[in-house]
């Protein structure tokens, strides 16, 4: 029908090569991941410091990170950064880039669940004697994780997906660089894109999987 | 002053892009979302298990990077022989990607109707589709316009990606520019504030439909 | 002794406390009625230092409140409050909800706060729900164990801010039980309530407040057999 002979085995024959690369997926979502947390919470404290310039500095952030694409967020780094002398490879522009796109995301997460604890909680705390920072961390802190925890796996998830973009600033030893080298000397495109995607999906899948059980475990009320 | 090699005929390039961003994004977000609210009435019909090949498939879409779909759908449009112009593959596949994440929007509003509501219309002698048409729609689309309002926007950002298969969006527009003028920040700056101009109109559309429309009014 | 000497509180423009004076002994009950929006809710925060007065003191002890060299939270410990909200800890289970302050606030050894909140608990008859986690109990035993949280930090004085007022009207009982049980020990107790019977009952003296006034304040069977002030009798006849 299609007069299209499909060369699977060819493709299957990279599969170790793939894998190589998505371990290199896995290590960058994973670093963007921690980046883009710890600045997170640098932000969330920016914003509730009441300092107009630091507020400013965060909310600008967020902003950005969330209102152009990811690919644009890759490409100041990979090509705007240019102008101060600064050339990243392509590895280091694709780290930054998802980093900042995670911290902007996660940062509106957690002031939402900063707001999803009722006031009350807090008060509850200062009525028993606790300091406001007792209230904070004991009790308010772990339930914002709860509703957090959530937003930030979706994140990491994100982050696997975006780490895709590299391919487009020469990154070539994550999963989709890998594949679109063996595309661009084999030309059996679809078979090797199918075999990526079909990675994604497992990469992906285990992440969502692996947390949910993590989560069963930690918040069990 | 600030000395730049652009030219007005670069802002029209420019412009030219945008163009391009808007046309597939409305082509998509619209195409999307009569499939999603098709799929997201299909599924919450269904219920859970009759509908799990649909909602596996429409996972899928949601769990591997655009940029490989964009690719694989070019490919099988190749492979079939179907002749397609990149505007469209890249269409069809935005379209499936919006449709993927609208039906689980539809379907969240869709639930979000109380079971009480829809039998007090049921037994006022209303029929499926006057049940859907007049009570169910109505309070939907009040829970889920904002999410749809986001998803649009999402969709705008990562239209980009059909840069990949050699459309001149806003992005790869600037892109080329880069490369001409060697003026890569100056360049970048007026994109990403291109990209602002267009989503912070709807963006305020959708902050102000959640303050209108939240449920304890 | 608690001393409520000419207290005033204002949200706004809105004056809610007009001049409070009240003074209760140790091992007294003191009941406070009254419509909403009488202030009387308003006071027990005004008391432990959780909202600030504008004017007026509040002495415990000798100690006062609003100073501002008070250490409050050392004060809070001596003073327990329960909300009409329990404000249960979602992410606790119920012993460790109980737990808590003792251990983090009194330093206490975790041996010891649970030796003491197993007996809270076991008192308020919530013995066999310690490892449940709040949100599976119903709201009278969440109110329960919020009274039992209050009094593992052994305090001396309990408010009670309308703790049955957001129950179940079958789920009063038990903790109207509950609170019964506490002043018949001799807890020094100051609870907002609605429910005239408990009033009636469990109190040394009942407070009617109006529009941020204490307009009459009496022994239980004088204040409700025998009003003096035109506004407590309107509001006796209008909940009986």
């Known amino acids: 029908m299609f007069h299209y002979t499909f060369h699977w085995n060819q493709a299957f024959k990279a599969l170790p090569q793939m894998l190589d690369g998505a371990l290199v997926t896995l290590q960058i979502a994973l670093l963007s991941m921690a980046i883009g947390l710890a600045v997170a919470i640098a932000l969330t404290l920016f914003r509730l410091s009441g300092s107009r310039i630091l507020g400013g500095f965060a909310t600008a952030w967020i902003e950005v990170a969330r209102n152009t694409p990811a690919l644009f967020q890759i490409y100041m780094a990979h090509f705007g950064l240019g102008n101060f002398g600064i050339h990243l490879s392509p590895f280091t522009s694709l780290l930054v880039g998802i980093a900042f796109n995670n911290a902007g995301y996660l940062a509106e997460n957690f002031r939402g669940a900063l707001k999803a604890i009722p006031d009350t909680q807090a008060r509850a705390g200062r009525s028993l004697g606790m300091t406001s920072l007792q209230a904070f961390r004991l009790i308010v802190m772990p339930q914002m994780l709860r509703v957090a925890f959530l937003p930030v796996t979706n994140q990491m998830v994100w982050a696997i997906l975006m780490t895709s973009l590299g391919v487009t600033v020469g990154m070539n030893t994550d999963l989709a660089g890998i594949t679109q080298e063996l595309n661009a000397r084999s030309f059996r495109t679809f078979e090797f894109f199918a075999i990526a995607a079909v990675i994604y999906y497992v990469i992906a899948k285990a992440v969502t999987l692996a947390a949910r059980a993590f989560a069963s475990r930690m918040f069990r009320y | 002053m600030f000395n730049t090699a652009l030219s007005w005929s670069d802002l029209v390039f420019l412009a030219h892009g945008a163009g391009m961003t808007l046309a597939v994004t409305a082509v998509s977000v619209a195409a999307g979302t009569v499939l999603g609210i098709l799929f997201g009435v299909i599924r919450s019909q269904l219920g859970p298990y009759w509908a799990a090949p649909l909602t596996f498939v429409l996972d899928v879409f949601r769990s591997v990077p655009l940029l490989i779909q964009l690719v694989l759908g070019n490919a099988l449009q190749s492979i079939m022989k179907l002749g397609w112009p990149p505007f469209t593959t890249s269409c069809v596949v935005l379209s499936l990607y919006t449709a993927a994440y609208c039906t689980e929007i539809v379907r969240g509003g869709i639930d979000s109707v109380p079971t009480t509501t829809r039998r007090a219309a049921r037994s006022l002698g209303m029929s499926w589709f006057q049940d859907m048409r007049y009570i169910v729609a109505p309070l939907a689309i009040r829970v889920s316009l904002p999410t749809w309002i986001g998803l649009t926007l999402g969709v705008m950002k990562d239209s980009a990606l059909v840069l990949w298969l050699g459309l001149i969006e806003l992005l790869r527009a600037s892109q080329i520019l880069v490369t001409r003028l060697q003026e890569p920040l100056f360049i970048l700056l007026i994109c990403g504030a291109i990209y602002f101009i267009i989503s912070l109109p709807i963006a305020r559309l959708g902050g102000y439909l959640e303050k209108r429309w939240s449920p304890n009014d | ?240």
Request: aromatic share 4%.
């Open chain 3, 1 to 240: 002794m608690i001393e409520i000497e000419n207290v005033r509180k204002s949200f706004g423009s809105l004056e809610v406390l007009k001049g409070i004076n009240l003074t209760v002994k140790k091992g007294e009950v003191v009941t406070v009625i009254g419509g909403s929006g009488s202030g009387k809710s308003t006071l027990l925060t005004c008391i432990n230092g959780l909202e600030p007065i504008a004017s007026g003191k509040v002495v415990i002890d000798g100690t006062d409140v609003h100073a501002k060299s008070t250490d409050l939270n050392k004060l809070r410990q001596k003073v327990g409050i329960v909300f009409q909200q329990w404000n249960a800890f979602p992410h606790l289970t119920v012993l460790e909800n109980v737990m808590l302050a003792p251990r983090k606030v009194l330093g206490m050894s975790k041996q010891k706060a649970e030796e003491i909140a197993v007996k809270q608990l076991t008192h308020v008859g919530l013995g066999e729900k310690l490892s449940v986690y709040p949100n599976r109990m119903s709201g009278g035993q969440q109110q329960r164990m919020a009274i039992a949280r209050a009094l593992a930090m052994s305090p001396e004085y309990m408010l009670f801010d309308e703790v049955t007022s957001a129950l179940d009207p079958m789920l009063v009982g038990e903790v109207l039980d509950t609170l019964r049980m506490l002043a018949s020990e001799g807890m020094t107790m100051i609870c907002v309530t609605h429910e005239m019977k408990f009033a009636r009952e469990v109190s040394d003296r009942v407070a009617f407040f109006h529009q941020g006034v204490m307009a009459e304040i009496a022994a239980p069977e004088q204040l409700f057999d025998a009003p003096e002030h035109a506004e407590t009798k309107k509001f006796l006849a209008a909940t009986h």
